[in-house]
């Protein structure tokens, strides 16, 4: 446990003490919270449990390695999990990953090159004609980069997608219509942030 929360009952694992996963997980269920906040789906048993729990009605928040929010359903059919299930208990998906960020203090602005706009061909049609490129000075190490940020993408599973989950409708086929639903998408936000010259 990293944080220690007001009002929440946490629990960590301890092998050696007999404090396994699935015991914790077993014991945190039947004191019957408000709210289950599972570190990570890991494993066909924390699977189970997260949507056999959150499809009483109880909110369960979890997190699941992949590569973007949509393909959080062919990771959850790899441990288990029926789409069915998927489509009864899941509300939504928030996808994240961490990008380094410009150097606010040195980074350089320019023209688009070729090679750049090719990058963005498949992702948007509003190409930038200014894009931003790291430099380098002391305040960043030289390295042209300072900190980073973020870029989501939230996927709400309103009844159209669940029943595009029910139905096997590839993965693809539900990003797709995700994005034509004006969903956030991880590509999208991304491009957004090149464009505000936040990214390289």
């Keep these: 446990v990293e944080y220690r929360i007001p009002s929440a009952n946490q629990q960590q694992v301890d092998e050696k003490a007999g ?30 449990m997260a949507i056999d729990f959150s499809s009483t009605g109880h909110l369960t928040i979890s997190s699941v390695h992949t590569t973007n929010a949509t393909t ?6 790899r441990i ?14 928030i996808a994240q ?26 992702f948007t049609e509003d190409i930038p004609a200014l894009v931003a490129r790291p430099a380098g000075c002391l305040k960043c190490g030289g390295t042209g980069f300072h900190g980073r940020e973020g870029i989501y993408e939230i996927v709400k599973f309103y009844p159209e997608i669940s029943d595009m989950i ?11 219509f995700a994005r034509r639903r004006g969903d956030i998408l991880i590509t999208d936000h991304a491009v957004e942030k090149v464009r505000a010259l936040i990214f390289d």
Aim: hydrophobic share 40%; glycine share 6%.
């Design 80 to 93: 288990g999990v029926t789409r069915g299930a998927m489509a009864d208990s899941i509300l939504g998906v």
């Design 97 to 122: 990953k961490l990008l380094k960020r410009l150097c606010p203090h040195c980074k350089k602005t320019g023209p688009i090159t070729d090679e750049e706009r090719a990058w963005f061909v498949p």
């Design 166 to 176: 029910r139905r096997d409708v590839p993965i693809s086929e539900i990003r797709e």
């Design 19 to 48: 404090l396994t996963f699935e015991s914790l997980l077993k014991s945190s269920l039947r004191q019957d919270p408000d709210i289950l906040f599972l570190g990570e789906m890991r494993d066909p048993f924390s699977a189970k």
């Design 72 to 77: 959080a359903i062919f990771r959850l059919e």
